[in-house]
């Protein structure tokens, strides 16, 4: 099968540093094909699309030089949208409204690039095409900076957050050396449930600096009392203590320790303070040494500046697989990356079903994590090590990256 | 006058992303020199010096390699020190400990890297010298990402910063734009006193993104009910509305805003928010949009990957500059970079008496802010431009950028 038609691209979710690598893996893919005719960008995910806002990606084609800046531009040219459909198929008027426009465009060709819930509305797409027989292919491409898809050796965007992360990491780390007196730095890095950013601050460490010299993952309940333990035996051996924490750490009750910081400010209501300030003032009131806390924010997702080149290249292989997929009639399937080796490291690609991929929340394996809670395992370090290497050649400027101008993101009323 | 003697150099304040391309533009210099024998680096900047914690520099003498990590190596690679030495030339027991060091090593040459308060101690050895007839050359060499010496076109690391800081804030703005739904986004940057790293930010706007699309710097009294109209205003026009704002902005009575957000957390201790941290709540209650802040921290001086090579040359140039001067029989005065022309960029390097440096606060001029207080002009955004261009050449090991191991300072007890 192979059929003529033509084609919609949307991104979705939260944005990485390389998902657009990804589309425009899938564009040079489906470019290259004469069944496709006309290949639609849905603008802000599966919303758009409901919303016939679409923009001609085929302009694209033939024009090297837009899509190698496409590559390297973070965020998502597409926008995004945080949308999840129901699953009631037969009820819900969305499913009719989609494949009504996926009938008036001639829309043979789906492509969907995002994290767990976008997985869960290409799952949903293709169990309503077969449901109601609509001949159409349907097929996920993975992304998301936590690294938590199943099915899937690492997900795109995650390499280059945990370069920017360990860059960053090794930065502050010689910012912190530099005065003689007793310091706790506190970095507070994304993930709610997995730790994997967090993990990969280990990344830093080199012959002159164990920076981080803790970590504190979410997939580990989070002991006040052991943290100060744990900080006060380093304080005693050496001057700077520098912590990578997870946002989503939580104590044994299961509760998020950014709760715990909840404050009340000046009219009233309720501020939520994040993980790392709150363990700042801990170790302020039980150590009283020199603290400071940062957190890392959405420069962790968004610093194309230092994308890994690994990272990249894997995000636009794995847009063409899934292109070269469904042009050889796959639906309901995401491209994945699977490791063949480490040292080398090699990866082959292929797809796998969807079924298997929406929904489920891949943590970091316990025993790649040490038994007291406040590291990782060298097999963990083996793992990420790969996944930051390479750097993206980018040109600037006026002395600042050259990225793909999001005129249509940014409409005036 | 050319002495004939031995030679420190140290460092003091807080870093910068190019002071250690100072140092090695000072040893480059001085390393050609035939009357200095030896090249001390004194740890921990004048604290270190009284403590006669000396690495010995020569050993870089030849080593074309390490010099060229050392340029593009952030933080500082010999240490810093916050310490102010007395006015009272007589009775302080600080002034003859060093210049007893001074006498004992047969030092000839003193270079101390920093901003306002080192060249206060640079002032002081000075004066100190000529009162006791002590034969030497006290020289300053200039840094900081605060923009804020006087007598000086701009400061060596602040390029660096502003680099880092546009580039965030572009990268920031096109996370941002992803959404359709309205949103703010408030960027806090460093700045006490002083708004040129906030006003750096303005950098980033380009053909089809105007972030930041309002600019609140210290130099001008903060009104919050303005700057919610401001938001309010633009809110108005367009979905998504970027803030750069200072962490020093202060009231009308002249308090810091983000004094405003002391809390009390559960100990009943008072936790001090950031300034962004507040307005966000104040977006968040006033307008009740989605509003999200970034604290760029300590990332704005410590991220030498993102390095401006224009910053980081002048920076060793400025090292050369002072060395020069002090073999040629200068002291007590700083080396300085004026500038000479704007398009194309040129400066030319020469000194200035210390006594009309340290001690000073530079501003931004209030002419180059518009009239409504919420914006930089043209004249600003020429004067910034130049100062970021160009990229700093890194070479990676592992993934990360080689910086030079600083052993030295993380001494294992």
Redesign the interface.
């Known amino acids: 099968m192979n059929n003529i038609g033509n084609c919609v691209i949307a991104?979705s979710g939260g944005?990485t540093s390389v998902i657009n690598s990804s589309l425009a893996g899938v564009m040079s893919k489906v470019f290259e094909s004469d069944n496709i005719k006309t290949v639609y960008g849905a603008?802000?995910g599966i919303?758009?699309l409901m919303k016939e806002n679409f923009l001609d990606l085929t302009k694209f084609k033939g024009d090297e030089q837009a899509i190698k800046t496409l590559k390297l531009?973070?965020?998502?040219y597409l926008?995004?949208?945080?949308y999840k459909l129901p699953s009631d198929y037969e009820n819900s008027e969305d499913f009719k409204t989609i494949f009504e426009i996926f009938k008036k465009y001639d829309i043979k060709y789906f492509f969907y690039i995002g994290g767990n819930d976008s997985m869960d509305t290409v799952a949903k797409l293709s169990i309503y095409a077969e449901k109601i027989g609509f001949d159409i292919a349907i097929m996920g491409v993975p992304k998301t900076i936590d690294n938590d898809l199943a099915c899937i050796d690492h997900t795109p965007g995650f390499g280059s957050a945990a370069?920017f992360i360990?860059?960053?990491m090794?930065?502050?780390a010689?910012?912190t050396?530099?005065?003689?007196m007793k310091t706790v730095l506190i970095v507070e890095i994304m993930g709610r449930n997995a730790g994997w950013l967090t993990a990969s601050s280990v990344?830093?460490r080199?012959?002159?600096?164990k920076a981080p010299h803790l970590i504190y993952l979410p997939e580990r309940a989070f002991n006040e009392d052991k943290f100060i333990d744990d900080i006060n035996a380093l304080l005693?051996?050496?001057?700077?203590v520098i912590v990578a924490v997870s946002e989503g750490i939580k104590n044994e009750a299961g509760q998020y320790i950014s709760a715990?910081?909840e404050?009340?400010?000046?009219?009233g209501?309720v501020?939520l303070?994040g993980t790392g300030?709150y363990l700042e003032?801990l170790v302020?009131?039980k150590i009283g040494c020199k603290v400071?806390s940062?957190?890392?924010?959405?420069?962790q997702?968004?610093?194309?500046?230092?994308a890994?080149l690994t990272d990249s290249n894997e995000a636009y292989e794995l847009g063409r697989q899934a292109a070269n997929a469904a042009l050889n009639g796959k639906t309901g399937e995401m491209a994945i990356v699977t490791r063949t080796s480490n040292s080398p490291y090699t990866v082959n690609y292929s797809t796998a079903s969807i079924h298997d991929i929406a929904n489920v929340e891949k943590t970091i394996p316990d025993n790649w994590i040490n038994e007291a809670g406040n590291d990782v395992t060298e097999e963990l370090v083996d793992y990420l090590?790969p996944l930051?290497?390479?750097?993206a050649n980018h040109t600037?400027?006026?002395?600042?990256?050259t990225?793909l101008?999001?005129?249509h993101?940014?409409?005036?009323?």
Chains 1, 2 share one sequence.
């Open positions: 991104q944005p603008i802000n919303q758009g531009s973070p965020a998502m926008g995004s949208c945080r370069k360990a860059t960053s090794l930065e502050v010689h910012d050396y530099i005065y003689d990344l830093a080199n012959e002159y600096s005693s051996k050496q001057q700077h715990k910081s404050q009340v400010d000046q009219f209501h501020m303070n300030k003032q302020s009131n400071r940062i957190e890392l924010n959405v420069l997702r968004s610093a194309g500046h230092i890994s090590r930051i290497e390479g750097e600037f400027t006026n002395g600042l990256p990225y101008p999001v005129t993101l940014v409409p005036k009323k």
